[in-house]
Structures are given as C-alpha cells and as structure tokens.
C-alpha cells in the first residue's frame, strides 16, 4: 500500500484498537496523560474516542454521555439546557484528530 492508501487503514487500526482499550478499567482513556483541552471530553476531561457533540457545542465521550443522560434524563450534563442522546451527532472529525494525536504520542514512547 502507498502512503495514502495506508494511513486510512492505519487510522482505523489506531481508532479500534483506542476503541477496545475503553472497556474494562478506562483503557487508553484512562492511561493517556496530557491530552490536549480540545481532545478532551467535556464531562470527564480524558481523551475523546467515540465522541459525539451536543447541539450546544460541547463534546462528549458517547459513552460517558449516555451515562450522564441516563442519570439525569433530558438534560445536558454541562450546560443544564435540553438534551437528548438522539439530539448529538458522532463527531468523526474530533476522532481522527483524537487518533491522530494518540499515534503520534505512542510513537514517542
């Protein structure tokens, strides 16, 4: 593979393996340190990897948000204003970035 054909795919492995190291003990999330504020989920400041965003602009973990949104139903856990799971959208562009930004440190050591 060329180099662009192989980074979609590299970026891929990267997304999934950031995704399957969230279960258990917080994975990935929980071992990155440093993450910067914009990769950050607004709830519990660790690194986004299946973000989704709010209409209101914030940008969640999708899981921490569902769980947010299960304990206090209709209502957005940072602002207070409506808000539904169904209301956010994936944010791909905050992943790619979130990814980007996790290979780049794992390649550093």
Do not use: N, Y
């Not at 947010?68 to 791909?92: H, I, K, N």
């Amino acid at each position: 593979l060329g180099a662009e054909e192989a980074f979609p795919l590299q970026h891929d492995l990267v997304a999934q393996q950031m995704a399957s190291e969230t279960a258990g003990s917080g994975g990935l999330r929980s071992l990155i340190r440093d993450v910067p504020q914009g990769l950050r989920c607004a709830l519990d400041g660790k690194l986004l990897v299946d973000p989704v965003r709010s209409p209101h602009g914030h940008v969640f973990e999708r899981g921490v948000l569902r769980e947010a949104l299960f304990q206090a139903p209709g209502c957005c856990p940072v602002s207070g204003l409506p808000l539904t799971f169904e209301d956010c959208t994936r944010d791909r562009d905050m992943r790619k970035a979130a990814a980007r930004w996790a290979r780049e440190r794992m390649s550093k050591g």
